[in-house]
């Protein structure tokens, strides 16, 4: 025990980061780390799943990879409603021990998985535990913080957070082109054998209401609601349209359940997402706020690395790479802006970070097929600088004025509408997308030719192609006699085209992520006492950190 006691402020937490704190920070980063990179480090191994699962010598169907993925934000979807009722009666330690158990069993089952089917089962497993690690660490930080180190504990929780899309790609590229598939899920064993012998270390006990009941009429109506919803809106970039049966008839059942789940919910004593929280000003503002934001800022962050391999020709390492710097400045700013969170109001901070993001985004309107990489960077860099400034200082202002029982239930809340924006604006930026290259007709018509043409060197053939692919006849009518400057000239204006339907995009993106400044400017501007401490007494003690 150390011999001089930290400076205290008036709700008996130490005033400053100290020791303490910091190791149980260093559990939920090392869940949050596991969790959110294996989602980017998938993303990128699709295309490998396709050749090494593929049947008969034929590559898998995207769509039928796709599940991987899907699957996994379905379980997500499924497990995070059910994470307030579970902290509550079985208390925040066990169940995040447990989260972190299910997610490295799956890990493991993943890379022994035979067949794409055993892969897609595995990774609902691998959901089961990751849906549970963010909300419930979430949880264990804001009650190891206390009210007036919020913001910092909570900058540190968001380092994975922004890291994971940047890096993940780099790990996922590296590990396939160096190793193997399997490793990809390999890698988060030993990262959670430390982790879990960690939070048995680390983690204080903590209270239990064993009292409450489940509920199981909201369960029923909001896990399969949000699951089906979700189902429909990743189903939109394949289908390249809002109104297919695949993705009308899950997304309508699910909102159906889910406007059924938001009647009931006022019901039961203790349902399963207490959205009576939303009589809390604060948290409801910053929770619109959130939504607006995540659906824009993710959906167009998805275009970054997506433009440097399909119109710069990158491959996924060095898009990657290239998209790093936007951490770097995101890691500038966050312990800044958690501290100043701290101090100040989140009205004050948030509008900035959203207004750098902005410029950012309006930035990239301007790039083409030759922008220069310096700009590039500089632009993803700032847009950095900005997001640092905005994320953590908002689930800071959602969660800071809650009472100390309601945090569990408040950061599930949060994690939902995070989750649903994502998806969301992930769908919408790339239906955008889809139907930018559809507006160049040069874009179809090469692919199309390409495919036609292979195999085939008769000149008379060719010609006869052309015929089915005008623009790209026009191309090769300006290059006679030289097809190899006729194909340089095709893969030119493609890329131009590709550019062009970034750049339209980009618009949409960038007035969607000015859109969130509307209700970033209802946030509290002026500086509101802490209620996570009212309901706390002598029967009922906050929790403490033992050391």
């Known amino acids: 025990m150390s011999s001089a006691a930290p400076t205290q402020t008036v709700d008996g937490y130490p005033d400053k980061i100290d020791a303490a704190v910091l190791k149980v920070a260093g559990v939920v980063v090392l869940g949050a780390i596991m969790s959110i990179l294996d989602i980017t480090v998938v993303n990128v191994a699709l295309p490998t799943f396709q050749s090494v699962f593929a049947s008969g010598g034929e590559p ?41 158990v299910l997610f490295t069993l799956g890990s493991v089952l993943c890379a022994t998985a035979g067949s794409i089917s055993m892969l897609i089962v595995w990774r609902v497993v691998q959901g089961l535990g990751g849906g549970l690690l963010m909300p419930i660490g979430m949880t264990i930080m804001t009650r190891a913080a206390g009210p007036h180190r919020m913001g910092r504990l909570m900058a540190i929780l968001g380092i994975p957070m922004l890291l994971g899309p940047i890096f993940g790609p780099i790990l996922g590229g590296w590990l396939i082109d160096n190793a193997s598939w399997h490793w990809i899920f390999l890698i988060n064993v030993p990262i959670g054998i430390i982790a879990l012998a960690y939070a048995a270390w680390a983690l204080p006990k903590d209270s239990t209401e064993p009292s409450e009941s489940l509920d199981l009429t909201g369960l029923l109506l909001m896990s399969p609601g949000l699951a089906l919803f979700l189902y429909g809106i990743s189903s939109i970039p394949g289908e390249g349209t809002f109104f297919s049966a695949k993705v009308g008839i899950p997304a309508t059942i699910g909102v159906i359940m889910l406007a059924a789940f938001v009647f009931w919910s006022f019901r039961p004593k203790h349902p399963l997402l207490d959205l009576r929280l939303f009589r809390n000003r604060n948290l409801s503002v910053a929770t619109i706020t959130m939504f607006l934001f995540a659906g824009a800022f993710f959906g167009g962050l998805l275009l970054v690395p997506t433009y440097f391999q399909q119109v710069r020709g990158e491959d996924t390492l060095h898009a990657g790479l290239l998209v790093a710097p936007q951490g770097l400045g995101a890691m500038l700013t966050m312990p800044i802006a958690g501290a100043l ?152 204006a493609v890329r131009d ?38 309901d706390v007494d002598e029967d009922h003690p906050a929790p403490v950190l033992m050391h």
């Open 60 to 100: 898998l169907d995207y769509s039928t990879v796709a599940w991987t993925v899907t699957g996994y934000t379905l379980a997500l979807a499924t497990v995070i409603p059910l994470s307030g009722w579970a902290a509550d009666r079985f208390g925040t330690k066990r169940l995040y021990m447990l989260a972190l």
């Open 497 to 534: 085209a590709m550019a062009a339907a970034f750049s339209h995009t980009y618009w949409i993106a960038a007035f969607m992520v000015a859109a969130t400044l509307i209700p970033a400017f209802f946030l509290p501007r002026r500086h509101e006492e802490s209620h996570l401490l009212d």
């Open 341 to 492: 969170a701290d101090k100040f109001p989140v009205g004050r901070i948030v509008p900035v970070g959203l207004a750098i993001i902005t410029g950012a985004f309006f930035a990239l309107t301007q790039i083409d097929a030759h922008t220069s990489y310096t700009y590039l960077i500089a632009v993803l860099f700032v847009m950095g600088l900005g997001m640092g400034f905005t994320m953590m200082p908002l689930m800071t202002s959602a969660i800071k004025t809650l009472q100390s029982h309601e945090v569990a239930r408040g950061s599930t809340l949060i994690n939902i509408v995070q989750q649903v924006a994502s998806s969301l604006g992930t769908a919408v930026i790339s239906v955008l997308l889809t139907n930018g290259f559809k507006d160049h007709a040069v874009i179809g018509q090469a692919q199309g030719f390409a495919e036609a043409s292979q195999g085939v060197k008769d000149p008379g053939e060719i010609q006869q192609l052309l015929a089915r692919f005008p623009e790209v006849a026009k191309i090769f009518g300006a290059h006679q006699g030289d097809q190899a400057g006729a194909a340089d000239a095709l893969t030119a």
